[in-house]
């Protein structure tokens, strides 16, 4: 049962545009959400969150948009940078017991030159 | 140190070996988690640790994996009679305090790419 859905495996850009990449959830007690991007032999790292009491986060390039009602939200990039170009994980976490962590299975953005 | 560090960083061993996978978190942090990526694959949860409560094992995918975690820090996770399938890099990750919004940032190791033969 997956809780966090990213249903795009990849995304391919072109540099200066908006890359858009979406994450669904299931569980409504899920209250904090987070995008974590991941380089080729590295661990993720924490890029931007956005909490259940807002419906939108900023911060520099990156926009974390969430619609709770649907059970969805997206990171948007703008513009695009071939460095951006990484995977990019949706997590979800609140009280669902533990206040585990749940992840997507990732979406691979490339940003062409 | 200042990050979350792994050990080894690589692992090759043959079908039926055991092995032991090693996790210092950040200083403080009070939760610690095991992930696993198999090639092309997304992060699969195995095992969470959150201070002295019973760790949440719902992940790990058959009893051959372990893990513990030593006086609220290093941890180690142990998988038995390794198998071809369990070829992947395993991920662990700490965090500050689970269930405080704004601290529910997990910071990542590097990972032990793990490759059964």
């Known amino acids: 049962d997956q809780q966090v859905k990213q249903n795009s495996p990849s995304l391919s850009v072109q540099e200066g545009r908006i890359s858009i990449l979406n994450c669904d959830y299931t569980?409504?007690?899920?209250?904090?959400f987070l995008w974590y991007k991941k380089y080729p032999a590295e661990g993720p790292t924490f890029l931007i969150s956005?909490?259940?009491?807002?419906d939108k986060n900023e911060d520099g390039r990156f926009t974390v948009f969430l619609n709770k009602s649907a059970k969805h939200l997206s990171l948007h990039i703008v513009p695009s940078q071939p460095g951006d170009s990484a995977v990019y994980f949706c997590?979800?976490?609140?009280?669902?017991?533990?206040?585990?962590?749940?992840f997507g299975a990732g979406t691979r953005l490339f940003v062409k030159a | 140190g200042a990050g979350v560090s792994q050990s080894p960083s690589n692992k090759v061993t043959e079908k039926g070996k055991d092995v032991e996978l090693r996790c210092d978190p950040i200083?403080?942090?009070?939760?610690l988690y095991w992930y696993r990526q198999s090639l092309g694959q997304g992060l699969e949860f195995l095992i969470y640790?959150?201070?002295?409560?019973?760790?949440?094992k719902s992940g790990l995918p058959s009893d051959r994996f372990s893990a513990e975690r030593t006086g609220g820090s290093v941890s180690t996770l142990t998988i038995q009679r390794t198998q071809q399938e369990d070829s992947a890099v395993y991920l662990c990750?700490?965090?500050?305090?689970?269930?405080?919004?704004?601290?529910?940032?997990?910071?990542f190791g590097p990972g032990t790419r793990l490759t059964v033969l």
């Open positions: 640790f959150q201070g002295n409560s019973a760790p949440d």
């Open positions: 569980n409504s007690m899920f209250d904090y």
């Open positions: 956005i909490s259940s009491i807002k």
């Open positions: 990750a700490s965090s500050p305090s689970p269930g405080h919004l704004s601290t529910d940032t997990q910071y």
């Open positions: 997590a979800a976490s609140g009280d669902t017991g533990g206040f585990k962590t749940i």
């Open positions: 200083s403080g942090h009070t939760a």
